[in-house]
Each structure stands twice: as structure tokens, then as C-alpha cells.
């Protein structure tokens, strides 16, 4: 069998999979409820901080799902936080990034010999696009959703108050 024979025949059990799942009806309901959660995040950051506004929702691959927004200092710099819901281990981040891999080298470069307080560098690699990430909510409650969005807004905030400080 051909490689790409052998990799249909792999894709085809996962769908299988994915399809048996779906029908049980839990993974279109959570994925709506997370989609809705951010869309709802992202009404009430823009609402409160127009003057940084946050960019489109990105629903992702089922791995993530994320709002970005852009405060002036750091927009300045091409750099932007994004809050992020990471779906396998059901945590909320808020990650530091860069608009693209360059600036994101040149920022951990800059940033490694300053003293970072909490905060510490990601390792960079491929496929990871944060320079520092941190863990906003380990164990999120969708049933309270306002609760939920107030504390990652708060958290946000100050984690950006901290970023603005660092990069300067």
C-alpha cells in the first residue's frame, strides 16, 4: 500500500471517530458554548477598552481559539497579546506575541536580560507563537460566564499593563 493509501486509511478511522462523537452531540454543544464564551469576550473587551480594540475571532482547529488585541505601545513595536482558550487542556493563556517570527526573535532576544518577575520566556520553535504565555484560568467555568469573562479581562488588562512595562 502506498503512502498516501496508508494515510487515507489513518484519516478514515479518526473520521470514524469524529463522526461516532458527533453523534453523541457533546462536541458541537461545547464547541458553540467556547465560540460563544469568546465572541462574548471579545464584545465586552471592545466595549470597555475601545481604544484598543481586538482583532477577529480566530475559532482555530478544535486546538485553539483566540482573540488578539492591540495596545498602542505595543502595536507600536508589532507586538499584540492574543487571550487565548486552548481546547486540550481546557485553560485560558494570554500570550505575548509578535507580528511575525523575526520581531518575535528580536523581543525573547531583547527580553532575556531583563529581570521578567513572574513571567518567563517560551521556547521558541515551530508552531509557537507566543514570547512569554501565561496561564490566565486552569480550570474555567462556562456556566458562569460573566464571572469568567470579567476575570480574563482583569487578568488581560494587567498582563498588558506588565508587557508594557517589559518591552520598553
Same mark, same amino acid.
Given at each position: 500500500? @502506498?503512502?498516501?493509501?496508508?494515510?487515507?486509511?489513518?484519516? #478514515?478511522?479518526?473520521?470514524?471517530?469524529? #463522526? +461516532?462523537?458527533?453523534?453523541?452531540?457533546?462536541?458541537?454543544?461545547?464547541?458553540?458554548?467556547?465560540?460563544?464564551?469568546? @465572541?462574548?469576550?471579545?464584545?465586552?473587551?471592545?466595549?470597555?477598552?475601545?481604544? !484598543?480594540? @481586538?482583532?477577529?475571532?480566530?475559532?482555530?482547529? *478544535?486546538?485553539?481559539?483566540?482573540?488578539?488585541?492591540?495596545?498602542?505601545?505595543?502595536?507600536?513595536?508589532?507586538?499584540?497579546?492574543?487571550?487565548?482558550?486552548?481546547?486540550?487542556?481546557?485553560?485560558?493563556? %494570554?500570550?505575548?506575541?509578535?507580528?511575525?517570527?523575526?520581531?518575535?526573535? $528580536?523581543?525573547?532576544?531583547?527580553?532575556?536580560?531583563?529581570?521578567?518577575?513572574?513571567?518567563?520566556?517560551? &521556547?521558541?520553535?515551530?508552531? %509557537?507563537?507566543?514570547?512569554?504565555?501565561? $496561564?490566565? #484560568?486552569? +480550570?474555567?467555568?462556562?456556566?458562569?460566564? &460573566?464571572?469568567?469573562?470579567? &476575570?480574563?479581562?482583569?487578568? !488581560?488588562?494587567?498582563?498588558?499593563?506588565? *508587557?508594557?512595562?517589559? %518591552?520598553?
Amino acid at each position: 500500500m @502506498s503512502i498516501k493509501g496508508k494515510i487515507m486509511k489513518h484519516l #478514515n478511522h479518526h473520521i470514524k471517530k469524529y #463522526n +461516532e462523537s458527533l453523534i453523541e452531540g457533546h462536541i458541537q454543544k461545547a464547541y458553540r458554548g467556547i465560540i460563544d464564551t469568546i @465572541s462574548q469576550l471579545k464584545t465586552t473587551w471592545d466595549s470597555r477598552y475601545p481604544t !484598543t480594540p @481586538s482583532g477577529s475571532l480566530y475559532a482555530g482547529f *478544535m486546538d485553539m481559539t483566540f482573540i488578539s488585541v492591540k495596545p498602542s505601545v505595543l502595536s507600536d513595536m508589532d507586538l499584540r497579546v492574543s487571550i487565548v482558550y486552548m481546547h486540550e487542556s481546557h485553560t485560558f493563556e %494570554v500570550w505575548l506575541v509578535a507580528r511575525n517570527r523575526k520581531i518575535q526573535s $528580536t523581543v525573547h532576544n531583547q527580553l532575556r536580560s531583563k529581570e521578567l518577575g513572574k513571567y518567563s520566556l517560551t &521556547e521558541l520553535g515551530p508552531g %509557537v507563537d507566543s514570547i512569554i504565555a501565561l $496561564t490566565l #484560568n486552569s +480550570e474555567p467555568d462556562f456556566n458562569d460566564i &460573566e464571572v469568567l469573562i470579567n &476575570e480574563i479581562i482583569e487578568k !488581560t488588562w494587567n498582563f498588558i499593563l506588565d *508587557m508594557t512595562d517589559l %518591552v520598553r
